[in-house]
């Protein structure tokens, strides 16, 4: 498996443009438009910092994955995404060295990008996504 880099941190908030609004006047980072992404029940910005991007996410549903998890969390840091050339060539890799997967395929996530999901059981309690990106 290669990994390219750290694509981006996801932090789930209650509130999206709340949340922007802080980190564009305290922090000077602009988000690069938002997305609604219907499958994952969650509206997403990405605000570019340096080499990887911060995604922060904004429930769409009460049931949706970002609700659950700040219901039971609060907000916060909800993942690390890491940037893998192949990611189905990464999940069967992963797989075969016993590594419990949420995703054993990808599925569409935010900008056209694939992504799969790894377990936080098996990687110390860190939710870990894989994302494989166009080229850019």
Not at 4 to 18: F, T, Y
Not at 71 to 83: F, S, T, V
């Amino acid at each position: 498996m290669k990994v390219h880099k750290v694509d981006h941190i996801g932090i789930a908030v209650r509130n999206l443009d709340e949340s922007l609004r802080f980190f564009s006047e305290v922090l000077g980072l602009d988000a690069e438009g938002m997305q609604v992404v219907d499958e994952q029940k969650v509206k997403v910005a990405f605000l570019p910092c340096g080499e990887s991007e911060l995604e922060v996410l904004e429930s769409t549903a009460p049931d949706g994955p970002i609700a659950k998890f700040i219901d039971k969390n609060g907000e916060g840091l909800q993942h690390i995404a890491l940037r893998v050339e192949n990611i189905e060539e990464a999940l069967v890799e992963l797989k075969e060295k016993g590594i419990s997967l949420i995703d054993e395929k990808p599925r569409y996530g935010s900008h056209g990008a694939k992504i799969a999901f790894l377990h936080p059981k098996t990687i110390k309690g860190v939710l870990l996504e894989l994302t494989e990106r166009e080229k850019e």
